[in-house]
């Protein structure tokens, strides 16, 4: 924790017969990266971090003829990858039909890389996928820029916006405007909403939160709580959000979001995921009597995946722009550091 970060030598090992070995062409920083970094996500190191990322299959074990949605694959072919294995098993995979609660998953990027097949992570080379990791083939006109955060962040905003629907026509808040929040707005746009406002920090994902088709975006340090509370139902006809998504991890937003929602409105809570956060006192009457939903989401599921390269052929907007910076693996360190600073809207290393 905290310690420099290192580049160092493992052995690439060749797959058994049902993994593969993928060399890796770009992969991107999530924010779990440097909340592991920092200690804020308690994982065996050493690792190798990263779990987003997209790469060409360098190696097939024999058994593995096809991706996950059935095509035929190649070594050479260019493929993402979900970064959660699942167990496919237990009570959550199999009976309730939610791999999210699953008990015995494995998350590339989380686990130790001091042991067999030790590269488990997408800043490297090379990469070692595990028997029944779900992975697709990417469509050549999509680039590496543009799918590469495909498997985490945009993933993650599929799921939970699929849980809390855009209906045509709502007003949708998105309070955040890093990477889970520029997502979320750009697929609310595109599913219908019909305004976008997101509440943000200044700098450089303030412009990009426009470029991803939010309407209006609120300088949050610019206005006090009730002022940005009355700020919001205004640019909502005076009547607040249909929709409103936590996608900020600063959870004492989560109380102003509620008082943003119209009456009947739904909450959407993908920001906040860690045990040590900022405890709440919420007024329940202001949720029953107001009649509101509230939906919490995490991560993705590997359907997800293919539900977001469909996405990213399919959108008008300029997604590739949510890579602003590239850094080789020595940069590392001054990667992990320009994203905790906000100096970037996302960071990808060129590998
Ligand atoms: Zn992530
Ligand atoms: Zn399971």
């Given at each position: 924790?905290?310690?420099?970060?290192?580049?160092?030598?493992?052995?690439?090992?060749?797959?058994?017969?049902?993994?593969?070995?993928?060399?890796?062409?770009?992969?991107?920083?999530?924010?779990?990266?440097?909340?592991?970094?920092?200690?804020r996500r308690i994982v065996p190191f050493p690792l190798i971090p990263g779990h987003e990322g997209i790469g060409r299959?360098?190696?097939?074990?024999?058994?593995?003829?096809?991706?996950?949605?059935?095509n035929k694959v190649r070594s050479g072919d260019r493929i993402v990858w979900s970064h959660v294995l699942h167990c496919r098993n237990c009570y959550y995979c199999f009976i309730k039909k939610d791999p999210s609660g699953?008990?015995?998953?494995?998350?590339?990027?989380?686990?130790?890389?001091?042991?067999?097949?030790?590269?488990?992570?997408?800043?490297a080379e090379y990469m070692y996928l595990r028997p029944n990791?779900?992975?697709?083939?990417?469509?050549?006109?999509?680039?590496?820029?543009?799918?590469?955060?495909?498997?985490?962040?945009?993933?993650?905003?599929?799921?939970?916006?699929?849980?809390?629907?855009?209906?045509?026509?709502?007003?949708?808040l998105v309070q955040g405007i890093g990477p889970l929040g520029l997502y979320s707005i750009a697929l609310a746009k595109e599913r219908g909403a019909k305004k976008v406002v997101a509440i943000g920090e200044p700098g450089i994902r303030f412009e990009t939160a426009k470029l991803f088709g939010a309407d209006y975006v609120i300088?949050?340090?610019?206005?006090?709580?009730?002022?940005?509370?009355?700020?919001?139902?205004?640019?909502?006809?005076?009547?607040?959000?249909d929709l409103a998504i936590e996608?900020?991890?600063?959870?004492?937003?989560?109380?102003?979001?509620?008082?943003m929602l119209d009456h009947g409105g739904r909450y959407l809570l993908l920001g906040t995921a860690s045990e040590n956060v900022k405890m709440l006192e919420i007024n329940p009457s202001k949720i029953t009597l107001r009649r509101l939903l509230l939906i919490g989401s995490r991560a993705t599921e590997p359907h997800h995946l293919l539900e977001a390269i469909k996405y990213l052929q399919?959108?008008?907007?300029?997604?590739?722009?949510?890579?602003?910076?590239k850094y080789s693996l020595e940069d590392a360190e001054k990667a992990f550091k320009a994203y905790e600073d906000l100096k970037v809207v996302k960071a990808a290393f060129t590998l």
């Open positions: 924790v905290n310690k420099p970060i290192q580049v160092k030598e493992f052995p690439l090992v060749d797959p058994d017969e049902r993994s593969l070995t993928v060399k890796i062409d770009m992969a991107s920083l999530c924010g779990t990266d440097v909340h592991m970094w920092r200690g299959i360098h190696k097939l074990g024999k058994k593995v003829s096809k991706d996950s949605a059935g699953c008990q015995n998953k494995i998350i590339y990027g989380y686990i130790s890389s001091s042991e067999h097949p030790y590269l488990n992570g997408t800043l990791t779900v992975f697709y083939i990417v469509p050549e006109e999509i680039s590496d820029e543009v799918v590469v955060p495909a498997s985490c962040a945009l993933g993650t905003a599929i799921n939970g916006i699929n849980r809390a629907r855009v209906d045509l026509g709502d007003n949708v300088n949050r340090f610019a206005l006090d709580v009730n002022q940005r509370i009355q700020k919001v139902k205004d640019l909502f006809d005076g009547r607040g959000a996608c900020s991890g600063y959870s004492p937003v989560i109380i102003e979001g509620i008082e399919l959108t008008k907007l300029p997604v590739e722009r949510m890579i602003s910076h």
